[in-house]
DNA sequence: TAAAAAAGTTAACACCGTTAGCAAAACTAC
DNA sequence: GTAGTTTTGCTAACGGTGTTAACTTTTTTA
């Protein structure tokens, strides 16, 4: 007797529905907008069924935190394996992160609190945040052995460069930069380009040496 | 009859008592705890009063937003003076634009929107956004001009140095490092004093060639 | 002292996250 | 097939939010 299946099929189907609802609002008018009755609103029930499934909002965003950097660390596997160079891979990787924040706002806002409150979350929930920081990691060790100067630490050079492209990200979704000339059309524009790539090749070029 | 002076002075210390109860509060609880009616009950008014001297909740964030744009401009400007070497001035004033970052952490979260939407202004709101960052340009001309590549662009290298600053403060500030080891105890810990002037000295020597 | 103006109150509106209690439906066992 | 049990989903409510309207009280003016 397949009903219970059946009725697990059903849930995860509603928790899907919810999912799918949530960001669906999320995508049109931003995690403001977001709340548990405009959720339930859109699947066509009441609000608190959807306590069924997560335990409470805090939750939900969690599950949304989780999904963001699972497609991060995705996309930064695959830009490391478009190249065979520990620099040009690391250059890639961040280039990445960088388009990342810009295709997935709500995603990026949510990961890393810009402009909103973001979920706390400890460092076995997400598994993939440290495998992330251990690609990265891998390729930076890579290029500080082959350097000139091969004592340099990875951990230092990592965080440099975390911190210039979160730092232009937030700066950029936050829209405080201060010349507005430059940045008038989108935040994808050549200036931010040639102060990302300005940045992270100097960071690149002093491990090099 | 200077009936109406006093009731301008009275007007003006509701005011005031409006600004420093909603801070005490922020201080306390974060920015989370802030509501219309918590300020009122402090200062022993009924909530529709604050609207009285302010537009809305908005509003009052901005003018904490002004204040707080201003103290970092002083102490930028205080910064700068303290030496007279460009590229001395430039580190001061980073690390001046630091130490701010969690000496006032209140402020800096509402000034740029980290863990939380701060307020949207136009160039003109504040005045002194658009001054402090004609300051550290200055400095940075000065620097590039007695450099060996005196054509480039101060601009790029502003933006470097504020993405870098501001990314590892708001990498901090949401507790968002991969190694929790090394950042365990505070925000002011060793690494992050060493991946700052690591960073900073690292884009001012690229600068002096 | 009466009229006008100002100040401050309470009550309400439309939201929010969340929980308790209840009705209806679905399933199980006889 | 029906009785009893479990599950499902609902409404209503609690305590909170920002904000506005209406009313009352105080203060000032004439």
């Given at each position: ?51 069924g ?82 690609v ?23 965080y ?10 937030s ?39």
């Open positions: 007797m397949g009903v219970k299946e059946r009725k697990l099929r059903q849930k995860e189907e509603v928790r899907c529905q919810i999912l799918t609802a949530a960001w669906d609002i999320v995508e049109d008018e931003g995690w403001n907008a977001l709340s548990m009755r405009r959720i339930a609103d859109k699947i066509e029930y009441s609000a608190p069924i959807i306590y499934h997560f335990e409470n909002k805090e939750a939900l965003l969690m599950e949304f935190t989780r999904q963001g950097h699972i497609k991060l660390l995705q996309l930064v596997k695959e830009a490391k394996e478009r190249f065979e160079d520990p620099a040009q891979q690391l250059e890639a990787m961040w280039m990445a992160y960088w388009d990342f924040a810009f295709e997935n706002t709500p995603y990026y806002q949510l990961m890393f609190g810009v402009e909103m409150g973001c979920c706390e979350w400890k460092a076995n929930e997400i598994p993939e945040v440290a495998e992330g920081r251990k990265i990691d891998g390729v930076l060790q890579q290029l500080i052995a082959s350097s000139k100067n091969p004592d340099a630490d990875s951990c230092l050079k990592f440099s460069l975390w911190s210039v492209v979160h730092g232009l990200i700066i950029n979704l936050t829209r405080r930069m201060y010349d507005e000339r430059a940045f008038r059309e989108d935040g994808h524009g050549d200036l931010n380009q040639a102060i990302l790539k300005d940045a992270i090749s100097g960071i690149i070029n002093r491990i090099k040496e």
